[in-house]
């Protein structure tokens, strides 16, 4: 469902009395995308983790999106205060409130780059976010998250029979299944996940890539239909605090050989790419979501759900793990990769303990009680 920004807006604004008008049309004159410069001058070379300034990029293409779907006729790096409120109420409607402010922060940032340019100046007495996030400030407060609506396993059975895509029934399985965050699901290489059938296993045997073989991960040895996640301090952008090695059920095992078996063949170590060849991203796994979930699972602001996202997927597992399959905590903790105690460290022998400790205790009870699709 297409957002009308028109009504996402209470008041209305002078748009001929705007401070920025008289600089758009020579800022449309010039093929620059300021964005990608700020990036790639700027972001890319801040002494922050990688997963940072991934966050930069999601809220860049965010905005940047928003700004062509909506006001096409406007330079993103230009928009008034109008144009931003309606962005900010489209965010909400996606995402907590605090969050929604981190993302107006990193754009701000670019606008305030843009003030101090000699070349583009924007007027230093008007600051459209920073008015924004005042009058907005109800909106941006970090609050409690609204619960999910009530879905039963029949309701996820349906949508996911209704998954007629190969590569998206097989993303949107494995993170019912695993619980795990979209960033790790994109960041699974091939080495990292083992699957028992032979036409997946000679494909994938790493002749002529650069890359190992499929499985061939040390924390896969002697484990079969399994998949290894890294914890943060390993792997950018996953957060999960431990190592985790995490059993792949029949249904997962089925639906992957699926997509395996008409993966683009290219030379990228990555488990799901798009159908360009390029590593899946997490924008893609919301849009994945979004198409499949929504409008049945999405609710506005003002209701009493949130809607419908990935990270449905890892409240749905634990939930099903712990109150559904009875597992006990340390177990399910253990599948979420969560820290569990002052003896968990991240040294290579430390991992390798961890894993040990667990893998083999969670594995016949996990294959036993994960919940069936039908598949």
Not at 102 to 118: A, C, F, G, P, T
Not at 120 to 137: C, M, Q, S, V
Request: proline share 5%; hydrophobic share 30%.
């Amino acid at each position: 469902m297409t957002e009308n920004p028109e009504d996402l807006i209470a008041d209305e604004f002078d748009l001929e009395t705007d401070p920025l008008e008289r600089f758009n049309s020579g800022m449309q004159k010039y093929d620059v995308d300021w964005y990608e410069h700020y990036m790639n001058e700027y972001v890319e070379n801040k002494d922050i983790k990688n997963s940072y300034k991934d966050k930069y990029r999601d809220a860049f293409d965010d905005w940047k999106s928003f700004m062509e779907e909506h006001y096409p006729e406007r330079h993103p790096t230009l928009a008034n205060q109008y144009q931003i409120e309606a962005w900010v109420k489209s965010l909400c409607r996606r995402m907590r409130g605090d969050n929604a402010r981190k993302q107006i922060n990193l754009i701000k940032e670019v606008y305030e780059w843009m003030q101090d340019s000699q070349r583009f100046p924007h007027p230093e007495e008007y600051h459209p976010y920073a008015l924004t996030k005042r009058k907005l400030e109800g909106h941006l407060k970090a609050e409690d998250a609204k619960d999910h609506p009530e879905i039963t396993l029949d309701d996820v059975r349906e949508v996911v029979e209704s998954i007629k895509h190969v590569g998206e029934r097989a993303a949107t399985v494995f993170q019912l299944k695993t619980g795990v965050r979209s960033t790790e699901l994109a960041n699974i290489r091939l080495s990292e996940i083992h699957i028992t059938n032979a036409d997946v296993l000679n494909h994938y045997d790493g002749s002529g890539q650069s890359y190992g073989a499929m499985g061939s991960h040390s924390q896969l040895n002697d484990r079969s239909n399994a998949v290894f996640i890294p914890p943060e301090d390993v792997r950018d952008g996953n957060k999960r605090e431990c190592p985790t090695v995490i059993p792949l059920d029949d249904e997962t095992r089925r639906v992957l050989i699926d997509w395996l078996l008409i993966r683009p063949d290219n030379s990228d170590p990555h488990l799901f790419l798009t159908q360009k060849g390029k590593p899946l991203e997490r924008n893609s796994l919301r849009h994945v979501w979004t198409k499949h979930w929504h409008p049945e699972y999405e609710f506005d602001e003002g209701d009493e759900y949130r809607s419908i996202s990935p990270h449905f997927s890892r409240h749905w597992f634990s939930s099903w793990f712990r109150a559904e399959a009875q597992m006990s905590e340390p177990r399910v903790q253990y599948l979420r990769g969560d820290k569990q105690g002052p003896d968990i460290g991240n040294s290579r022998s430390a991992m390798h303990r961890y894993i040990r400790s667990f893998y083999e205790d969670i594995e016949a009870e996990y294959r036993d009680s994960v919940f069936k699709l039908g598949l």
